[in-house]
């Protein structure tokens, strides 16, 4: 079945920058998620990228695909504290009727030391 | 405010006690989803629907309904809750199906004592 992994735990400086890691195992996923949750709060979605392209950019993220190996990653320049918090990956890919299955990760938990 | 509202926030309850959680979006999105988040499990999909009286089960169905009988409702029901229904649930919402840009609502605690 579909499956989603992540490292559980990265700790960063703030200033530096942050690389938080995540396989998929569906070929078939058209796209692909990185959502934060911030303590005692829902998932907020930070960006997606749809499954044929290799790399996008949005001010301190950069989020990159690589197919082959099936890996996205997402990088956060410039980290500060208020980045402190769990990172999801998820995948998506079509289903009967034009709905999209989507797959979640466990989360990284992503903290950011003064 | 753009916004997915879910209540109760926090809720104990006893095994056999029937409750609902509500959700609602203001954003007139047509897709709705629950979930539950485990320590351990990430997120599983309970429930969805793609619009009005259209549901079907996510991967985790097993002692739950819903109902979507407006767009802006989905209310998540436990008709006879058990312990291992204690977890933090989420409401989600979406404009859209590609992508699958998800709303998420604050969340419910329940624990089932």
């Known amino acids: 079945g579909e499956d989603v992994e992540q490292s559980l735990f990265l700790s960063v400086r703030e200033g530096d920058s942050s690389v938080i890691n995540c396989t998929y195992t569906?070929?078939?996923?058209?796209?692909l998620y990185w959502y934060k949750q911030e303590p005692g709060a829902g998932l907020q979605l930070l960006t997606y990228i749809f499954s044929n392209m290799d790399m996008k950019q949005d001010q301190r993220l950069t989020v990159l695909l690589n197919k082959k190996d099936k890996h996205l990653s997402l990088r956060i320049a410039d980290t500060q504290t208020g980045d402190s918090a769990i990172y999801f990956c998820a995948e998506s890919w079509g289903r009967s009727g034009g709905y999209q299955k989507v797959t979640f990760g466990i989360g990284t938990k992503l903290q950011v030391i003064p | 405010e753009a916004q997915v509202t879910q209540n109760p926030r926090y809720l104990i309850t006893v095994t056999g006690k029937k409750l609902t959680v509500t959700c609602s979006q203001n954003?007139?999105?047509?897709?709705m989803s629950w979930y539950r988040q485990d320590p351990g499990l990430g997120l599983r999909q309970i429930y969805y629907s793609m619009n009005v009286e259209v549901t079907d089960k996510g991967d985790v169905p097993e002692g739950y309904k819903v109902s979507r009988k407006e767009k802006r409702n989905f209310p998540l029901i436990l008709e006879s809750p058990s312990p291992n229904q204690t977890s933090l649930y989420f409401c989600?919402?979406?404009?859209?199906?590609?992508?699958?840009?998800?709303?998420f609502g604050p969340g419910t605690r329940l624990t089932v004592t």
């Open positions: 569906d070929s078939s996923s058209t796209y």
């Open positions: 954003m007139n999105h047509e897709y």
């Open positions: 989600a919402s979406s404009p859209s199906a590609r992508p699958y840009e998800q709303y």
